[in-house]
């Protein structure tokens, strides 16, 4: 009788382990929900097959997110997707670890840009950019820089992106360029030559939705945007076209870093290096989810065209000082309001 019952206790002990090893091998990552399906059949899937673990997720915009992450004190989750403006703010409030290469091998393989974007924290394991596109049947010549934004012919035709918005602030950046000056050292200069721009401005946009609206209309010719939107852009507008500039676009980076609270490091770093394998970069580019990282990663001319890819395209690539940046932004957005009366 004792043996029956002492065999009964063991079980009843290794279920519990059980359930507690299985409760220790959840990985919560924090991300935007985008492409659910596609992101379910290529990462989420063959990720809990390999680790033999369970995924969960939080989902929202940016900056919700990580203000869960601030609230928990840096916890609740295990891996953070954000966008470069973001993941430096999380950065810059103590909120993220650093990331050990030593646990993610994969990261070698990446463009340098990629790799430790943001002094040693998380990789970006996709880029975009940010540019101009233009009418090419009501566009002559062709815009080749950035200061040409700002030519007599162009009077009346752009929209520029809010300053609230991703490229928004950028604007300011570029002013500063046509100046001569760095806006984030004295943004006087920048916001003079915006005033100067003002005349070709026909308005700020605040969503893609609205900004192809305006191409669809007519009412506009020229714009600033992400390279995400061109497709649905050129779809509606067969003859908008990426300008190619002499100067470079902009670099837009999406991140992905681990809390300093977060449960499960190790498996965090697993994750991120399973993210960041060639194959999978690869499956994942091709199958329209996100542009590739990883430097070895060859892409079909009909993939390719989608994404900021390849070697010359990338290392061309202006980048941004969000730390900088976050910290004038209040300062633009007034005095952006001030001069488009908004």
């Known amino acids: ?15 519990a382990l059980s359930a507690v090893s299985a409760q220790a091998e959840t990985l919560t990552i924090s991300w935007w929900g985008f492409n659910g399906e596609k992101l379910d059949e290529y990462i989420v899937k063959p ?23 601030k609230i928990r004190g840096g916890g609740g989750v295990d891996v953070i997707y954000l966008t470069d403006a973001f993941s430096q703010i999380g950065i810059d409030e103590g909120l993220f670890q650093k990331i050990d290469p030593a646990k993610v091998p994969n990261l070698q393989g990446l463009y340098p840009l990629a790799q430790d974007p943001q002094g040693g924290y998380g990789p970006a394991y996709t880029i975009g950019r940010v540019g101009i596109v233009y009418d090419s049947t009501k566009v ?22 809010g300053i ?28 003079a030559e915006i005033e100067a721009l003002k005349a070709n401005v026909v308005k700020n946009y605040n969503t893609g939705s609205e900004m192809i609206n305006l191409f669809s209309t007519g009412e506009i010719s020229v714009s600033l945007v992400q390279d995400f939107a061109l497709g649905q852009l050129q779809a509606a507008v067969p003859n908008v076209v990426w300008a190619k500039l002499e100067d470079g676009d902009i670099a837009t980076l999406n991140t992905v870093n681990i809390p300093k609270g977060a449960a499960n490091p190790d498996r965090a770093h697993e994750f991120i290096n399973f993210i960041l394998d060639p194959a999978r970069q690869k ?30 395209m990338i290392e061309n690539l202006k980048r941004v000082d969000y730390s900088k940046m976050n910290s004038a932004k209040n300062d633009w957005i007034e005095r952006w309001n001030e001069i488009f009366g908004m």
């Open 1 to 15: 009788m004792s043996m029956v019952r002492n065999t009964i206790l063991a079980a009843v002990s290794g279920l």
């Open 47 to 69: 990720f809990q097959e390999q680790c033999g673990c369970e995924l969960v997720f939080e989902t929202g915009n940016n900056a919700d997110r990580l203000n869960k992450v």
């Open 140 to 161: 002559d010549p062709a815009i080749t820089k950035w200061a040409d934004l700002w030519r007599e012919d162009l009077n009346g035709k752009i929209s520029l992106p």
């Open 164 to 191: 609230t918005t991703t490229a928004g602030p950028m604007v300011v950046m570029i002013a500063g360029d046509k100046a001569g000056t760095d806006a984030f050292e004295d943004a006087d200069p920048a916001f």
């Open 283 to 312: 499956l994942i580019a091709e199958n329209g989810v996100d542009a590739p990282v990883v430097a070895s990663v060859e892409l079909s001319p009909e993939a390719a065209q989608k994404w900021t890819y390849g070697k010359e």
